[in-house]
């Protein structure tokens, strides 16, 4: 594939100019320029970790017609490195498109500030999932100090809003998978929040899945667990749903932990599960989603 120009259609058209060069400074500070691809790298406080490549080639696609619409951001971290502060999405297609210039918007910030731009501007985007949504929310209250309030204000949301988000991290590793995959919506998972027991939380989650359960359905069954201690049965015999687990004593004692389990998971910004094994025997199980996430968990362990 030929390489093109980075502007392409897009930016240059705009600007009824032929030499983008004389166009954009190159690499000043605080202004538009033109930077070459490959001296550009990928932003090490990314929240995002899944990029789409049926979306990527799409873009791609719309790229090689009209050009970058929209300058990517960027900070300089040497005499020829730029650092991605938002636009990750938009330099990959690019480089599938065959660019080798790109339009980047350079200015300063430090990593604070690299960090908090990064995940609110990735916030703000349409097709995040609610975990990715909570995921950057937590990391703004852990590693930039934003409190609650402060971080409402700064995502333009209210707090009981932010919070709802938070609470979705307390949530098992298989229901916020679920939930990734829009397996389940953000109600059907508000719901499940509010059941202490994994494995109930589990088991109902299944059934949403299974049956395609409205979120009023989960909240009813919710309600009839809280207030009874079961769940009624699927009418249907022919559905493939799992059948309840008998909560043994040993599972049951494992509710008095929750708190100790809440406490990690607000600790580490990550899904914590308590499982009992044989008599009083058991194991925490902690889940990370990437590397740097392991390594943002050990460091905080090690903090302990």
Known sequence: MAKRNALGKGLGALLDHND???????????SVATIAISQIVANPFQPRNEFEDQALSELAESILVHGVIQPITVRK??????????????????????????????????????????LIENIQREDLNAIEISLSYKRLLDECGLKQEELGERVGK???????????????ETIQAALRRNEISMGHARALVNIEDVDVQDYICKRAVAEGLSVRKVEELVKEYQATGNIQEPESEEREVPTPKEFSSEKASFRE?????????DKLGSAVEFTATKGEKGKIVIHFDDKPHLADILEKLRQV
């Open 257 to 265: 932990f929750k708190p100790y389990r809440d406490l990690l998971v």
């Open 158 to 172: 209210k707090r009981s809003t932010v919070n709802n988000y938070l609470r979705l991290l307390r949530l098992p």
């Open 20 to 30: 983008d060069e004389q166009v954009f400074s190159e690499g000043a500070v605080n």
């Open 77 to 118: 971290v040497g005499s020829d490195k730029y650092e991605i502060i938002s636009g990750e999405r938009r330099t990959r297609a690019s480089i599938i498109a065959g660019l080798e210039r790109i339009p980047a918007y350079v200015r300063l910030a430090n990593d604070q500030e690299m960090l908090e731009m990064a």
